[in-house]
């Protein structure tokens, strides 16, 4: 059973950092691309990284590049998301996916796994 379990979110204020972290088990960690996306309330759910499955490659929506870092431990079957200089329209349901290949991928459609998401609030 593949299992994406996300941890990390929480309340900060506006201008604050969190480092979300996502622990991969039951599938081969180290094949695939991960990626970040996530849902605010009334919004469709949207892309936020990706890192290729060696994590030599990431790529970034326009709305988070600059503020954010993504990176994985293919030893801990781990990714993370350090985001900086957080923003109130950064509030959201934040989700890790696992792909379908090891390439980055932006659409949804091309994630296999879900975990089911870790709560970020940013007060202003």
């Avoid at 030599?56 to 990714?79: F, G, H, L, M, P």
């Avoid at 998301?81 to 950064?90: A, C, G, R, S, T």
């Avoid at 934040?94 to 089911?116: K, L, M, P």
Wanted: charged content about 20%.
């Amino acid at each position: 059973q593949v299992q994406l379990v996300e941890s990390g979110g929480g309340l900060v204020q506006a201008g604050g950092s969190l480092r979300l972290s996502c622990k991969v088990s039951g599938r081969t960690f180290n094949v695939y691309a991960m990626g970040w996306f996530r849902q605010a309330p009334g919004k469709e759910r949207e892309f936020v990284a990706a890192v290729s499955w060696n994590g030599d490659a990431t790529y970034y929506a326009d709305s988070v590049k600059y503020r954010s870092s993504i990176s994985r431990d293919n030893t801990e079957n781990t990714v993370d998301l350090q985001m900086n200089n957080l923003k109130p329209e950064d509030t959201a349901v934040y989700f890790c996916a696992s792909g379908r290949a090891g390439q980055i991928r932006t659409a949804e459609d091309q994630y296999s796994y879900w975990g089911r998401g870790t709560q970020v609030t940013v007060s202003s």
